[in-house]
């Protein structure tokens, strides 16, 4: 069984949990609502893939034109490392919520984490955390792929 947690920069969920359960290949679903919707599903793999689950999810929340997504983890087990950086003169939080759902699509990374507040819009300056597969990239790709997408 793989797992799957995405963050979302919404509260509103209502029906969510049962709707993700109906889905062919989701086992288990829990969500917590604190200031942000936080998703962690356990799916099999061969059923379902992680872009179904977000695209699902989105679309029931009705977020599908809305880049909302504000981390995940995808819990890949191997040789992963963490990236530290940060993000100056983000132009705004859609930027940011858009680069994360490229992030989330691309297999090398497992996990972003990032000290987004949507009260403070903390757009000037970012941090964030990227884990990603020292196997098939490095740190240096990983910077390049993140200039690439805000450019």
């Known amino acids: 069984m793989a797992k799957l947690t995405l963050t979302i920069d919404t509260i509103m969920y209502y029906g969510l949990e049962q709707y993700i359960e109906s889905l062919e290949g989701v086992s288990k679903v829990l969500i917590t609502n604190k200031t942000y919707l936080i998703i962690t599903i356990t799916y099999d793999d061969s059923k379902i893939d992680i872009n179904t689950l977000k695209l699902e999810i989105l679309l029931y929340l ?5 880049p909302s997504i504000i981390g995940f983890n995808k819990y890949k087990k ?3 490392k963490e990236y530290k950086t940060s993000i100056n003169d983000f132009c705004c ?5 858009n680069m994360l759902e490229i992030l989330l ?3 090398n ?3 972003v984490t990032t000290d987004y507040n949507a009260d403070t819009c903390n757009t000037k300056k ?3 955390t990227i884990t990603y597969n020292l196997d098939n990239t490095n740190s ?4 390049k792929l993140i200039n690439n997408i805000l450019d």
């Open 78 to 80: 191997g040789n992963y």
């Open 62 to 66: 009705n977020l599908s034109k809305t």
């Open 105 to 107: 699509s691309n297999p």
């Open 140 to 143: 240096k790709e990983i910077l």
């Open 126 to 128: 970012l941090n964030m």
């Open 109 to 111: 990374i497992s996990a």
């Open 93 to 97: 939080e859609y930027c940011l919520k």
